[in-house]
């Protein structure tokens, strides 16, 4: 994964990023020698999405099918979620 210095986005802009996302599609960020943020382009973002909302899909139904799931009221919930956050 290819690094871009802050300071060389500062000064190069957006085509710092455009370079770096040439070879992957995904870059770090550092500020100061310390890797801070990643940027990527957006069909990866969108992948990674996908992949983020199915995993979350998989484990709903993982706790649907094992029967980890309350049945109430609109009024009923915001209680109980009202006493557990006391």
């Known amino acids: 994964m290819k690094t871009i210095a802050a300071n060389d986005l500062k000064t190069k802009g957006v085509s710092s990023i455009e370079k770096a ?4 599609g995904e870059a770090i960020i550092s500020v100061r020698g310390q890797d801070r943020y990643v940027v990527m382009d ?5 992948r990674l999405r996908v992949c983020e909302l199915e ?3 998989y484990e709903t139904r993982q706790q649907l099918a094992a029967g980890e799931f309350v049945e109430e009221s609109v009024d009923e919930h915001i209680a109980r979620i009202r006493n557990t956050a006391k």
């Open 21 to 24: 996302l040439e070879d992957s």
């Open 55 to 57: 995993a979350a899909l």
């Open 42 to 46: 957006m069909e990866e973002y969108n």
